[in-house]
């Protein structure tokens, strides 16, 4: 159960004033002239294992969502937790198996060029575990 939305040029969510300071400047003018959202070049799914648990994760399981922001290059640039499983082990273990393996064709701007963008996941631990067949105590 891995969701993601994409943010185009009206962004639903604003990024709050702590996450303008973590943007790179301009970022947030370039996102408002997105008009093709970036997209996973995979499943985001399949970049998460059982072995990827954190060994101080404590057992606990649970959605955790982020917003993603995704360079030009369409590597990703920021990760921030939008609702933390409160585990904040797991919270980062979400966010840096994300920036290690999760790769994406980039935003598209108004003039056809690759662009910054968005786009907000939701990884499910307790679905990472069923699919694996794996039970972790």
Not at 46 to 69: C, N, T
Not at 119 to 125: A, E, Q, Y
Request: net charge positive.
């Amino acid at each position: 159960m891995f969701r993601h939305r994409q943010y185009s040029a009206a962004l639903p969510l604003r990024p709050q004033q702590s996450r303008r300071k973590a943007l790179p400047p301009g970022w947030l003018h370039e996102l408002e002239q997105v008009r093709t959202p970036p997209q996973p070049r995979g499943s985001i799914e399949s970049l998460f294992s059982f072995d990827d648990y954190p060994a101080s994760g404590d057992g606990r399981r649970g959605k955790i969502s982020v917003w993603l922001m995704v360079a030009p290059s369409g590597m990703l640039s920021s990760c921030f937790i939008r609702r933390s499983s409160g585990q904040s082990a797991l919270d980062m273990a979400t966010c840096n198996i994300l920036r290690r393996r999760a790769r994406f064709v980039p935003a598209i701007d108004r003039n056809g060029d690759p662009s910054v963008g968005a786009l907000s996941v939701t990884v499910d631990w307790d679905a990472v575990f069923k699919r694996t067949g794996l039970v972790r105590r």
